[in-house]
């Protein structure tokens, strides 16, 4: 059936031959797992031959983007089946894809950070201070890119040391400014009122010829000034806010403050940046726990 079944593929739903061979690979590797394990014919196989296929699959150490992907050729196969009427029960109706793991988020090291606010140099231009203003902005409150192509002169609240920001779905909050970023603000304000024939916009952020800045304008000023401080592949303005979010932590502030700052609907969304602090974690359990502690000195003597 396993013949049949990718001739349907090949003529009646036109399937790429990328297609066709990923198809006929993992059906050919679990029908050759079948008889290893005499088990007989794919068609013939339960849930039970499936669910010990996957474990196999697993102990091999085989991503689960890879055996979820199996997992699919399987569920076409028995689809087909059913439809033809050579099977009665499906097999794959409790079968469930694995949960893919989650992806560790990428940000930039402190001193790379440093770097970029002590080292690099910007011009003193309006661009300059702009792209300054930016990178500040971005790293400083950990807003994402809408929110911050969003920003309007009257979301700054100089007096209260405070910026508002509209999340997702509209939900505004208020998010602390640093006294060197109030001043940054206030530098770049006075030199956009000051630019020749500047059109008025709303907006807080601006290109060069005083238009709303987009997203693409953003992203590539970003790039510029993370590719001088980081050897990270991904260069973005989300990178910006996983690093607010995981310098915080390995500062010691609460998840659950991050969470506010963020914009996180829920903890969980917050607690993949716990990655972060788990050396931190480990030495200051080894510096203040009893038992460590003495551990440490017994190992001393």
């Known amino acids: 059936m396993v013949t049949f079944f990718l001739q349907y593929l090949r003529y009646q739903k036109r399937r790429s031959a990328h297609t066709l061979i990923a198809y006929e690979t993992d059906l050919n590797q679990f029908s050759s797992w079948l008889l290893e394990n005499s088990f007989g014919l794919p068609e013939a ?82 661009a300059g201070t702009r792209d300054r203003l930016v990178m500040e902005l971005l790293y400083g409150t950990g807003m994402r890119l809408s929110e911050l192509t969003g920003l309007k002169r009257e979301s700054i609240s100089f007096t209260d040391a405070r910026i508002l920001v509209f999340g997702k779905r509209s939900k505004e909050r208020w998010i ?16 956009l009122d000051s630019l020749p024939n500047q059109i008025s916009v709303a907006s807080l952020i601006v290109t060069d010829k005083g238009k709303p800045a987009y997203p693409v304008f953003i ?25 607010f979010a995981s310098h915080l932590l390995n500062a010691g502030a ?33 510096q203040a726990h009893p038992r460590a502690k003495s551990t440490k000195s017994s190992n001393q003597v």
């Open 254 to 286: 609460e998840i659950g403050a991050i969470r506010d700052l963020l914009g996180h609907s829920s903890l969980a969304a917050t607690q993949v940046y716990a990655h972060n602090s788990v050396n931190r974690l480990k030495e200051a359990y080894g």
């Open 45 to 126: 196989a339960g849930k039970q031959e499936i669910r010990q296929w996957i474990m196999d699959l697993g102990e091999q150490d085989l991503a689960s983007v890879s055996i979820n992907r199996k997992l699919s050729t399987l569920r076409a196969f028995y689809d087909f089946l059913r439809r033809e009427g050579k099977i009665e029960a499906h097999p794959m109706t409790s079968i469930r894809s694995l949960k893919k793991p989650a992806r560790l988020p990428v940000w930039v090291r402190e001193t790379g950070m440093e770097n970029l606010f002590g080292i690099v140099e910007f011009s003193i231009d309006f």
């Open 219 to 243: 992203e590539r000023i970003v790039k510029k000034y993370l590719s001088i401080v980081t050897t990270e592949k991904k260069k973005s303005p989300h990178v910006l806010r996983h690093t």
């Open 176 to 191: 602390p400014i640093h006294g060197n970023l109030i001043t940054l603000l206030q530098e770049y304000i006075k030199q």
